[in-house]
């Protein structure tokens, strides 16, 4: 992403040897919650090229907006919506981007925000959404 490629599919070849394209990225690509936020911390850290800087998104945080549909979802049980507010907000827009992208195939989009409440009830963060903590505190 420095440089303004992204990586994509990985497929196996013989004798344990795996194989991964990278493609430059395209102007007007979707760029995930994830992927810009490890935007942010590249660019903190010096790391962003002038091409990866050259096909960068809005980046900043309050580019992101939350889908009604959710938003509604998530209000509607006290416990949940008190949860979900005490989870970072990184971890937020990860989870919610993650449901969002799929809002033309209804049935994912469901499951997906049914298991988000389901686990915000609980109080539990679940699925990659920090690398491994790289991308907290730095």
Known sequence: MCFGWIDSTVKKLDNGITIQRLSPRKKGSIWSELNKERCRRMEKLGKMTQAGKK?????SEK????DIDILEALKKDEIVWANFHKFPSLYQRVR???IQIKKKNPQLFQKRLEKLIEN???GIMYGE???NGRLLNY
């Open 63 to 66: 580019g992101f907006n939350i």
């Open 129 to 131: 959404w920090n690398d």
């Open 120 to 122: 915000t009830k609980k």
């Open 96 to 98: 919610i981007d993650t």
């Open 55 to 59: 096909v960068l998104p809005d980046i």
